[in-house]
């Protein structure tokens, strides 16, 4: 084959790849946190008050909001339903204190309320960040034989949305922490 026909296949390969991968990464992440937020605010599972009978951190290092533990206790439903003393959660929490929650039917509980709410949510808002930068990648690509201002235009677009983007992720992660 051609020199050049292979050098114009792999400069375009670069660019398809890089958009398929943060595609993936932004796609999953979103699903993540999507699910986590759907549980946080309460619009799934089943919500009540989880007491915790022992907790273990599992991340010494990290002293932020998160899951950093491995906490078991009794899930209390507020619908008067039969408590689950199988109760777990991946979330650090004192021990004997009543912290509202949101359970799946095996005992999988994730925090609700504002906390877990503003939590997910500026995971939600990074991983969004991923879907424009996947479209500068994109238009980058297709625009590299354009003029220097039209690439300009699309570069200072993309990093506005990706700015804007990381800078709600962020205040929602202060607020939740």
Known sequence: MDRDVLRAAGKALVP?????????????GTAHAGEGLAHASGLTGTRGVL????????????????????????FFPDDGGPANEHARTDWRIDTHERVPASCAADGECR???????LYWLSLLLLALAAFPVAGFVAVHGMLRHRDRTQRKRVALGVATAVLLVGALATFAGALAA
């Open 16 to 28: 398809l790849v890089a958009v398929l991968t943060l595609l993936a990464i932004g796609g999953r």
């Open 111 to 117: 925090l609700a309320g504002p906390g877990g709410v």
């Open 51 to 74: 007491v915790a009978d022992r907790c273990l951190r599992t991340d010494p290092d990290r002293t932020a909001l998160g899951p950093t533990g491995d906490c078991r206790g009794t």
